[in-house]
């Protein structure tokens, strides 16, 4: 009963509106669970962190890292984007990228190129 009389004192003494900047309520709001949330599972790993119970959100992690990785060196793409580890290594593209690729490069070589002809010349 004394706890509730002081909430209800705590409450009265605050301003009637809250704002965005309501550290109080910013945190209430953060602590509670919604059904819909896709972070609430790394939450709980991270409370069970806590627990002592570490071993099994640790399994999980190591898990996600030791997916098959494709091994050998692919070609670069446009968004570095590494491919699955199922791919036979065959490209497939109709080789618009190489093209890409090369007509930058070569745009860059004689950039480069004109700037040191013109250095030189002073």
Avoid: C
Wanted: aromatic residues 10%; without cysteine; hydrophobic residues 25%.
């Amino acid at each position: 009963r004394r706890q509730m009389q002081e909430e209800l004192r705590r409450q009265a003494a605050k301003p009637f509106a809250t704002g965005a900047d309501d550290a109080e309520r910013d945190s209430r709001l953060r602590e509670q669970q919604h059904w819909d949330d896709p972070l609430a599972r790394m939450r709980n790993m991270k409370g069970k962190k806590g627990n002592g119970s570490a071993a099994s959100s640790s399994t999980s992690r190591t898990a996600r890292k030791e997916r098959p990785m494709y091994k050998g060196s692919p070609w670069p793409n446009r968004y570095h984007i590494l491919p699955g580890y199922r791919w036979d290594g065959v490209d497939r593209s109709n080789g618009w990228e190489a093209k890409r690729f090369k007509y930058v490069n070569q745009r860059q070589f004689r950039r480069s190129r004109d700037h040191r002809m013109t250095m030189q010349d002073m």
